[in-house]
């Protein structure tokens, strides 16, 4: 909710930062929910209450920026391992056709157990990634 200074219910406004603190001058924000939150309590515990406030909504900013980013390098790595997965499937068939092409398929006792460690290797692999 960007607003410009322009805005006619802002006034212009500072804000700086020092090392330890947040400096805004003559920033008037119209929200009626805050607005009435504060007229419950003494006007004294303004500042404190708004000091919170402040610090709350940061944190707010800052925990809804990180799921964000989590979120993302999630999908990435979801991504990657489906990837990987099917790479993996396709080295075992090629290297299946591969020994096929070599080893030909007239000797079933030469074959047999090359295609059970080829299929033990791939389910293995599968399983690891799952």
Do not use: W
């Not at 009626?32 to 610090?55: G, M, V």
């Not at 047999?112 to 460690?117: E, G, I, K, R």
């Amino acid at each position: 909710m960007n607003r410009s200074s322009n805005d006619s219910y802002y006034l212009p406004s500072s804000i700086e930062l020092t090392e330890n603190h947040v400096l805004i001058h003559r920033m008037a924000i119209p929200l009626k929910n805050a607005i009435s939150y504060l007229q419950q309590f003494p006007h004294s515990e303004y500042e404190d209450i708004c000091r919170d406030a402040f610090e709350l909504g940061f944190l707010c900013l800052q925990t809804a920026q990180t799921r964000q980013g989590n979120e993302l390098i999630k999908q990435q790595m979801e991504s990657l391992l489906v990837e990987f997965q099917r790479s993996v499937k396709v080295i075992a068939e090629s290297f299946q056709q591969e020994l096929v092409n070599q080893v030909g398929t007239d000797n079933g006792q030469l074959l047999a157990p090359l295609q059970t460690q080829i299929n033990l290797t791939s389910a293995i692999l599968n399983e690891k990634l799952n």
